[in-house]
């Protein structure tokens, strides 16, 4: 803390007392002015709080609240930085709900929702939801959606990339030359009109040719038999035998000759009994035919196959489509809306319960794919599947030697060194504080640690080495801060320059010393001899000093008036002694 300056004037430091135990007040030499030094109590840690000085000693701070109330931020208080740290940890707000978004931690209005998962595909046909079981859009396309309403021009099919796609129009050909093909889009049918006009080969004798819907052109049956035919006049003649009736055609029968006339014969007759079959007579084998019809066994469902016709036993059940991909994490199913399989991804099916590899995703043609990191720059915790600062002290180390590094809780503490505090609270760490354990030096000075350098008496020589330190101002003083006022010592003969013996040290040299075995401490005279007091004891005041260098001669009437105050008598004098002198055998005459 610095010094401040008041323009009080003053001349000794006493002149300046504030009665601030907190400040340090001292007068100015120079500018004969007041200054006041505040108590440094401050350590220099923000994150115990700000030390105070109260009555002369210094007090711990508060240490500051990083609390900020936001349930998704972890408070922390940094020494390095000088300040609380709230930071946004996303995890603490995640409800585990896939299909409404990421929820994110705003650092002051804690846990927001994050947008819904957006699984629309900007595909009007395909139907776009979102699974919380796969955790995943799910895009079905829905032919319907694309459905015109008309029937002739084909079924319009949805195609999820590219939507909805014109259908081919109905193809009514039924392969028959014989019959007029035709949509009908009022109920929805092909119709295959028969015209037996177009099988006509402009022949009479054979007969007037017709359509089959079925099998095409029939031949006509001969108009003459069993009489004979005339081509060339288109009319019939009378017969004698059957043979002369006959028309060469097998399927209409065989013609007759009765009684002069051709009989026509009776048509074979190629009915199977199996309604799949398409029956007909075939003049070129001049036999029978059953030709399946599969279409007639098709139920309409694609999911349990294309049902077939066995022309012996009828329509008969076929094997359901084989849905399977390949690909292990895809639900494999048939979907009987789209006419095809349906391979959905399934990520949990991924999912090797690790959470440090991240989440693992299924992709429908490649399969599991392995996920990425989540914790970036930060450690993964697998035990408690969260990111951490660190897992062990190692992943600590912030490079300051006046720290220990640890972890706790996943979380770093850094944690200041003894030998880096500053324990006298001097604002000097331990290390570099040479009195550390006295808050008003960093250094011994002149007087060493724990005493103060002071000059009471301003004479230039410090307190602890001042022998009178209470010399007044101006006083011409010596090295031990007393007034060299004395004469000098003469030479002591023969070059000897030490001091004069005293034997009983009472400032008297032996040699003009008349009592020079005084007691230590005794009070004596110029003349080395103790002093005695005499007192009244009427009023136990001190009414006489008187020296005891005359011992001679006081000395016998002291020691009497002592015995008879001892003894109860009374005495013209009524004195007794404070302090007896030393025995007369001790006292020079």
Same mark, same amino acid.
């Given at each position: 803390?610095?010094?401040?300056?008041?323009?009080?004037?003053?001349?000794?430091?006493?002149?300046?007392?504030?009665?601030?135990?907190?400040?340090?007040?001292?007068?100015?030499?120079?500018?004969?002015?007041?200054?006041?030094?505040?108590?440094?109590?401050?350590?220099?840690?923000?994150?115990?709080?700000?030390?105070?000085?109260?009555?002369?000693?210094?007090?711990?701070?508060?240490?500051?609240?990083?609390?900020?109330?936001?349930?998704?931020?972890?408070?922390?208080?940094?020494?390095?930085?000088?300040?609380?740290?709230?930071?946004?940890?996303?995890?603490?707000?995640?409800?585990?709900?896939?299909?409404?978004?990421?929820?994110?931690?705003?650092?002051?209005?804690?846990?927001?929702?994050?947008?819904?998962?957006?699984?629309?595909?900007?595909?009007?046909?395909?139907?776009?939801?979102?699974?919380?079981?796969?955790?995943?859009?799910?895009?079905?396309?829905?032919?319907?959606?694309?459905?015109?309403?008309?029937?002739?021009?084909?079924?319009?099919?949805?195609?999820?990339?590219?939507?909805?796609?014109?259908?081919?129009?109905?193809?009514?050909?039924?392969?028959?030359?014989?019959?007029?093909?035709?949509?009908?889009?009022?109920?929805?049918?092909?119709?295959?009109?028969?015209?037996?006009?177009?099988?006509?080969?402009?022949?009479?004798?054979?007969?007037?040719?017709?359509?089959?819907?079925?099998?095409?052109?029939?031949?006509?049956?001969?108009?003459?038999?069993?009489?004979?035919?005339?081509?060339?006049?288109? %009319? #019939?003649?009378?017969?004698?035998?059957?043979?002369? *009736? &006959?028309? /060469?055609? $097998? !399927? =209409? +029968?065989? @013609?007759?000759?009765?009684?002069?006339?051709?009989?026509?014969?009776?048509?074979?007759?190629?009915?199977?009994?199996?309604?799949?079959?398409?029956?007909?007579?075939?003049?070129?084998?001049?036999?029978?035919?059953?030709?399946?019809?599969?279409?007639?066994?098709?139920?309409?469902?694609?999911?349990?196959?294309?049902?077939?016709?066995?022309?012996?036993?009828?329509?008969?059940?076929?094997?359901?489509?084989?849905?399977?991909?390949?690909?292990?994490?895809?639900?494999?199913?048939?979907?009987?809306?789209?006419? %095809? #399989?349906?391979?959905?991804?399934?990520?949990?099916? *991924? &999912?090797? /319960?690790? $959470? !440090? =590899? +991240?989440? @693992?995703?299924?992709?429908?043609?490649?399969?599991?794919?392995?996920?990425?990191?989540?914790?970036?720059?930060?450690?993964?915790?697998?035990?408690?599947?969260?990111?951490?600062?660190?897992?062990?002290?190692?992943?600590?180390?912030?490079?300051?030697?006046?720290?220990?590094?640890?972890?706790?809780?996943?979380?770093?503490?850094?944690?200041?060194?003894?030998?880096?505090?500053?324990?006298?609270?001097?604002?000097?760490?331990?290390?570099?504080?040479?009195?550390?354990?006295?808050?008003?030096?960093?250094?011994?000075?002149?007087?060493?640690?724990?005493?103060?350098?002071?000059?009471?008496?301003?004479?230039?020589?410090?307190?602890?080495?001042?022998?009178?330190?209470?010399?007044?101002?101006?006083?011409?003083?010596?090295?031990?801060?007393?007034?060299?006022?004395?004469?000098?010592?003469?030479?002591?003969?023969?070059?000897?320059?030490?001091?004069?013996?005293?034997?009983?040290?009472?400032?008297?040299?032996?040699?003009?010393?008349?009592?020079?075995?005084?007691?230590?401490?005794?009070?004596?005279?110029?003349?080395?001899?103790?002093?005695?007091?005499?007192?009244?004891?009427?009023?136990?005041?001190?009414?006489?000093?008187?020296?005891?260098?005359?011992?001679?001669?006081?000395?016998?009437?002291?020691?009497?008036?002592?015995?008879?105050?001892?003894?109860?008598?009374?005495?013209?004098?009524?004195?007794?002694?404070?302090?007896?002198?030393?025995?007369?055998?001790?006292?020079?005459?």
């Amino acid at each position: 803390m610095g010094a401040f300056e008041f323009q009080i004037k003053c001349m000794i430091d006493a002149d300046c007392d504030d009665s601030d135990e907190c400040t340090i007040d001292r007068c100015d030499d120079a500018s004969s002015l007041c200054v006041y030094e505040g108590v440094f109590c401050d350590d220099g840690l923000f994150c115990n709080g700000l030390e105070q000085c109260v009555e002369g000693a210094c007090e711990a701070g508060d240490p500051p609240d990083c609390d900020d109330h936001v349930d998704c931020t972890i408070d922390s208080c940094s020494n390095a930085a000088g300040s609380c740290r709230n930071t946004a940890d996303h995890t603490f707000c995640d409800n585990g709900v896939f299909c409404d978004g990421a929820e994110v931690c705003n650092p002051v209005l804690g846990c927001q929702a994050g947008p819904p998962i957006d699984c629309d595909d900007n595909i009007d046909c395909t139907i776009d939801t979102c699974s919380e079981t796969t955790r995943a859009c799910h895009i079905v396309p829905d032919d319907s959606l694309c459905d015109n309403g008309l029937y002739c021009d084909g079924a319009e099919v949805c195609d999820p990339q590219s939507g909805c796609q014109e259908g081919m129009p109905v193809d009514c050909d039924d392969d028959i030359e014989c019959t007029v093909d035709t949509c009908n889009e009022d109920n929805g049918t092909c119709q295959n009109v028969p015209d037996d006009s177009l099988c006509d080969d402009d022949l009479y004798c054979n007969g007037a040719e017709s359509c089959d819907a079925v099998d095409a052109c029939r031949t006509g049956a001969e108009p003459c038999p069993p009489s004979l035919c005339d081509e060339d006049s288109d %009319t #019939c003649g009378g017969c004698v035998a059957n043979a002369d *009736c &006959d028309d /060469g055609v $097998f !399927c =209409n +029968g065989l @013609e007759l000759c009765e009684s002069g006339s051709c009989v026509a014969g009776t048509p074979i007759s190629c009915s199977d009994g199996v309604g799949c079959t398409a029956d007909g007579c075939d003049e070129a084998s001049r036999s029978c035919t059953h030709a399946p019809r599969h279409g007639v066994c098709d139920n309409g469902q694609f999911c349990d196959g294309a049902e077939s016709c066995n022309p012996g036993s009828g329509c008969q059940p076929a094997a359901p489509p084989n849905c399977d991909d390949g690909v292990d994490c895809t639900a494999d199913a048939c979907n009987e809306l789209t006419d %095809t #399989c349906d391979h959905v991804p399934s990520h949990g099916i *991924c &999912d090797d /319960g690790l $959470f !440090c =590899n +991240g989440a @693992e995703e299924c992709d429908p043609q490649a399969g599991c794919r392995p996920g990425s990191d989540p914790c970036s720059d930060r450690l993964c915790d697998e035990h408690g599947d969260a990111c951490v600062e660190c897992m062990e002290a190692a992943d600590c180390s912030d490079d300051d030697s006046c720290t220990e590094d640890s972890c706790a809780d996943r979380v770093c503490v850094h944690a200041l060194l003894p030998e880096c505090e500053d324990a006298d609270g001097d604002g000097v760490l331990k290390a570099d504080d040479a009195c550390p354990e006295d808050p008003d030096k960093i250094a011994p000075g002149e007087c060493g640690c724990g005493v103060i350098d002071a000059d009471t008496d301003e004479d230039g020589v410090a307190d602890c080495d001042d022998d009178c330190p209470e010399t007044d101002p101006g006083e011409d003083i010596g090295e031990d801060g007393c007034p060299q006022d004395r004469e000098p010592e003469q030479p002591i003969p023969d070059g000897d320059s030490s001091d004069p013996p005293d034997g009983d040290a009472d400032g008297i040299p032996d040699e003009a010393d008349q009592c020079p075995e005084t007691s230590p401490g005794t009070e004596v005279d110029d003349s080395g001899c103790s002093i005695v007091e005499i007192i009244d004891d009427t009023d136990a005041t001190v009414d006489e000093r008187r020296s005891c260098g005359a011992c001679g001669a006081f000395g016998m009437v002291s020691w009497s008036l002592l015995l008879l105050g001892l003894l109860g008598l009374k005495s013209t004098s009524r004195r007794v002694p404070r302090m007896a002198c030393p025995p007369v055998q001790d006292v020079k005459h």
